[in-house]
Protein backbone atom coordinates (compact mmCIF):
# COMPACT_ATOMS: atom_id res chain seq x y z
CA UNK A 1 0.00 0.00 0.00
CA UNK A 2 1.00 3.65 -0.85
CA UNK A 3 1.63 5.85 2.46
CA UNK A 4 -1.43 7.60 3.23
CA UNK A 5 -1.59 11.61 2.66
CA UNK A 6 -0.63 13.05 6.17
CA UNK A 7 -3.31 16.15 6.60
CA UNK A 8 -3.04 18.94 9.71
CA UNK A 9 -6.44 20.65 10.73
CA UNK A 10 -6.12 23.79 11.30
CA UNK A 11 -10.03 25.83 12.04
CA UNK A 12 -10.77 27.44 15.72
CA UNK A 13 -14.70 25.97 15.32
CA UNK A 14 -14.27 23.09 17.76
CA UNK A 15 -17.59 21.56 16.30
CA UNK A 16 -16.02 22.01 12.37
CA UNK A 17 -12.30 20.87 13.25
CA UNK A 18 -13.98 17.93 14.75
CA UNK A 19 -16.24 17.19 11.68
CA UNK A 20 -13.05 17.71 9.29
CA UNK A 21 -10.92 15.05 11.27
CA UNK A 22 -13.96 12.79 11.12
CA UNK A 23 -14.16 12.91 7.62
CA UNK A 24 -10.58 13.01 6.91
CA UNK A 25 -9.21 10.33 9.21
CA UNK A 26 -12.09 7.81 8.10
CA UNK A 27 -10.53 7.43 4.72
CA UNK A 28 -7.91 4.55 4.17
CA UNK A 29 -5.43 6.53 2.20
CA UNK A 30 -5.66 9.89 4.41
CA UNK A 31 -4.09 10.49 8.13
CA UNK A 32 -4.85 13.37 9.95
CA UNK A 33 -1.72 13.99 11.86
CA UNK A 34 -2.81 16.78 13.61
CA UNK A 35 -4.95 19.52 14.77
CA UNK A 36 -5.37 22.98 15.93
CA UNK A 37 -7.21 26.28 16.30
CA UNK A 38 -5.31 28.98 15.34
CA UNK A 39 -2.63 29.63 12.80
CA UNK A 40 0.53 30.38 14.85
CA UNK A 41 -0.03 26.93 15.93
CA UNK A 42 -0.61 25.77 12.25
CA UNK A 43 2.93 26.84 11.91
CA UNK A 44 4.68 25.26 14.75
CA UNK A 45 2.82 21.65 14.39
CA UNK A 46 4.02 21.80 10.59
CA UNK A 47 7.48 22.21 11.15
CA UNK A 48 7.19 19.56 13.25
CA UNK A 49 4.88 17.24 11.86
CA UNK A 50 5.69 17.94 8.40
CA UNK A 51 2.52 16.99 6.87
CA UNK A 52 1.55 16.63 3.12
CA UNK A 53 -1.41 19.28 3.37
CA UNK A 54 -3.01 22.17 5.70
CA UNK A 55 -6.71 22.36 6.24
CA UNK A 56 -7.13 26.51 6.83
CA UNK A 57 -9.49 28.31 8.21
CA UNK A 58 -9.14 31.76 7.68
CA UNK A 59 -10.32 34.18 10.45
CA UNK A 60 -8.62 33.00 13.67
CA UNK A 61 -6.94 33.98 16.73
CA UNK A 62 -3.41 34.69 17.47
CA UNK A 63 -2.37 34.22 13.68
CA UNK A 64 -5.17 34.51 11.38
CA UNK A 65 -5.12 31.91 8.35
CA UNK A 66 -3.61 34.36 5.44
CA UNK A 67 -0.08 35.20 7.42
CA UNK A 68 -0.53 31.21 8.40
CA UNK A 69 -0.49 30.53 4.66
CA UNK A 70 2.33 33.22 3.60
CA UNK A 71 4.78 31.25 6.60
CA UNK A 72 3.91 28.23 5.08
CA UNK A 73 3.79 28.37 1.73
CA UNK A 74 5.03 31.70 0.54
CA UNK A 75 7.30 32.80 -2.07
CA UNK A 76 10.05 33.16 0.40
CA UNK A 77 9.38 29.56 2.03
CA UNK A 78 12.39 26.85 0.70
CA UNK A 79 10.10 23.90 1.76
CA UNK A 80 6.69 25.35 0.94
CA UNK A 81 3.89 23.32 2.40
CA UNK A 82 0.35 22.71 0.30
CA UNK A 83 -2.16 24.63 2.02
CA UNK A 84 -6.05 24.18 1.39
CA UNK A 85 -7.91 27.02 2.67
CA UNK A 86 -11.77 26.47 3.62
CA UNK A 87 -14.16 29.44 3.76
CA UNK A 88 -17.82 31.09 3.56
CA UNK A 89 -18.39 33.92 0.88
CA UNK A 90 -18.23 36.31 4.08
CA UNK A 91 -14.52 35.90 4.25
CA UNK A 92 -13.67 36.23 0.34
CA UNK A 93 -11.53 39.09 0.86
CA UNK A 94 -9.12 36.97 3.17
CA UNK A 95 -9.31 34.50 0.54
CA UNK A 96 -8.21 36.29 -2.50
CA UNK A 97 -5.28 37.31 -0.44
CA UNK A 98 -4.19 33.70 0.54
CA UNK A 99 -4.59 32.74 -2.57
CA UNK A 100 -1.61 35.10 -3.23
CA UNK A 101 0.16 34.15 -0.03
CA UNK A 102 0.59 30.88 -1.50
CA UNK A 103 -2.54 28.67 -1.14
CA UNK A 104 -2.93 25.34 -3.43
CA UNK A 105 -6.77 26.25 -3.64
CA UNK A 106 -9.87 26.58 -1.53
CA UNK A 107 -13.08 25.46 -0.88
CA UNK A 108 -16.44 26.69 0.86
CA UNK A 109 -17.16 25.08 4.06
CA UNK A 110 -20.40 24.27 3.16
CA UNK A 111 -19.05 21.85 0.18
CA UNK A 112 -20.19 17.87 0.47
CA UNK A 113 -17.52 15.80 2.33
CA UNK A 114 -16.64 13.80 -1.53
CA UNK A 115 -15.66 17.42 -2.22
CA UNK A 116 -13.33 18.31 0.67
CA UNK A 117 -11.46 15.08 0.09
CA UNK A 118 -10.81 15.38 -3.32
CA UNK A 119 -9.40 18.58 -3.26
CA UNK A 120 -7.26 17.44 -0.44
CA UNK A 121 -6.14 14.72 -2.68
CA UNK A 122 -5.76 16.90 -5.57
CA UNK A 123 -3.32 19.54 -3.71
CA UNK A 124 -1.72 16.58 -2.01
CA UNK A 125 -0.18 15.61 -6.10
CA UNK A 126 0.72 19.23 -6.57
CA UNK A 127 -1.99 19.95 -8.57
CA UNK A 128 -4.10 23.14 -7.57
CA UNK A 129 -7.74 23.27 -6.76
CA UNK A 130 -10.35 26.16 -7.67
CA UNK A 131 -14.08 26.38 -6.77
CA UNK A 132 -15.58 27.23 -9.85
CA UNK A 133 -18.21 28.85 -8.03
CA UNK A 134 -15.86 30.70 -5.71
CA UNK A 135 -13.48 31.29 -8.84
CA UNK A 136 -16.52 33.25 -10.45
CA UNK A 137 -17.86 35.09 -7.59
CA UNK A 138 -14.42 35.92 -6.12
CA UNK A 139 -11.71 36.67 -8.02
CA UNK A 140 -14.22 38.09 -10.71
CA UNK A 141 -15.10 40.70 -8.26
CA UNK A 142 -11.36 42.13 -7.51
CA UNK A 143 -10.71 41.82 -10.69
CA UNK A 144 -11.08 45.54 -11.18
CA UNK A 145 -8.32 45.68 -8.28
CA UNK A 146 -5.82 43.54 -9.72
CA UNK A 147 -6.21 44.33 -13.30
CA UNK A 148 -3.67 46.42 -15.14
CA UNK A 149 -4.22 50.25 -16.09
CA UNK A 150 -5.53 50.85 -19.13
CA UNK A 151 -3.16 51.06 -21.78
CA UNK A 152 -0.89 48.85 -19.57
CA UNK A 153 1.62 47.01 -22.55
CA UNK A 154 0.94 43.23 -22.90
CA UNK A 155 3.70 40.77 -23.62
CA UNK A 156 2.27 37.39 -23.31
CA UNK A 157 3.73 34.51 -24.54
CA UNK A 158 1.21 32.08 -25.14
CA UNK A 159 -0.75 31.19 -28.42
CA UNK A 160 -4.22 31.94 -29.41
CA UNK A 161 -5.68 28.79 -28.29
CA UNK A 162 -3.21 28.74 -25.24
CA UNK A 163 -4.92 32.12 -24.28
CA UNK A 164 -8.46 30.71 -25.07
CA UNK A 165 -7.56 28.14 -22.64
CA UNK A 166 -6.02 30.30 -19.80
CA UNK A 167 -9.09 32.67 -20.25
CA UNK A 168 -11.10 29.56 -19.32
CA UNK A 169 -8.98 28.39 -16.32
CA UNK A 170 -9.80 31.93 -14.93
CA UNK A 171 -13.69 31.32 -15.37
CA UNK A 172 -13.14 28.13 -12.88
CA UNK A 173 -13.68 25.82 -15.52
CA UNK A 174 -12.17 22.46 -14.95
CA UNK A 175 -10.09 20.21 -17.12
CA UNK A 176 -13.02 18.13 -18.51
CA UNK A 177 -15.77 21.62 -18.66
CA UNK A 178 -12.27 22.86 -20.72
CA UNK A 179 -12.45 19.93 -22.79
CA UNK A 180 -16.43 20.13 -23.56
CA UNK A 181 -16.35 23.89 -24.52
CA UNK A 182 -13.36 23.75 -26.74
CA UNK A 183 -14.24 19.98 -28.35
CA UNK A 184 -11.34 18.89 -27.45
CA UNK A 185 -9.43 16.12 -24.89
CA UNK A 186 -8.56 16.41 -21.09
CA UNK A 187 -5.04 14.71 -22.11
CA UNK A 188 -5.10 17.77 -25.03
CA UNK A 189 -6.42 20.44 -21.96
CA UNK A 190 -3.82 18.97 -19.65
CA UNK A 191 -0.76 19.68 -22.52
CA UNK A 192 -2.31 23.06 -23.21
CA UNK A 193 -2.09 24.09 -19.23
CA UNK A 194 1.20 22.70 -18.21
CA UNK A 195 2.35 24.66 -21.47
CA UNK A 196 0.79 27.89 -19.97
CA UNK A 197 2.26 27.13 -16.46
CA UNK A 198 5.79 27.22 -17.93
CA UNK A 199 5.58 29.99 -20.69
CA UNK A 200 4.61 31.71 -17.98
CA UNK A 201 6.76 30.89 -15.05
CA UNK A 202 3.40 30.31 -13.00
CA UNK A 203 3.23 27.63 -10.03
CA UNK A 204 -0.49 26.25 -10.51
CA UNK A 205 -3.90 27.09 -11.87
CA UNK A 206 -4.09 29.44 -8.66
CA UNK A 207 -1.84 31.27 -9.89
CA UNK A 208 -2.61 31.30 -13.52
CA UNK A 209 -6.06 32.87 -11.84
CA UNK A 210 -4.62 35.23 -10.82
CA UNK A 211 -2.58 36.46 -13.64
CA UNK A 212 -5.15 36.07 -16.07
CA UNK A 213 -7.05 39.21 -14.24
CA UNK A 214 -4.32 40.85 -13.55
CA UNK A 215 -3.70 41.30 -17.19
CA UNK A 216 -7.15 41.88 -17.69
CA UNK A 217 -7.44 38.68 -19.83
CA UNK A 218 -10.97 38.38 -17.88
CA UNK A 219 -13.73 40.43 -17.85
Given amino acids: MSESIRVLVCDDQVLVRTGLVTIIDAQPDLEVVGECEDGQTAVDLAGRLHPDVVVMDVRMPVLNGIEATRLLAGVAVRHPVKVLVVTTFNLDTYVY???RAGA??????DAPPSQLLHGIRTVATGAALLDP???RQLVGRYAARIRPPEGAPHDIPL????????????????????????VISQETVKTFVSRILTKLGLRDRVQAVVYAYRQGLVT
Fill in 97 to 99: EAL
Fill in 104 to 109: SGFLLK
Fill in 133 to 135: EVT
Fill in 159 to 182: TPRELEVLGLIANGLSNSEIAATL
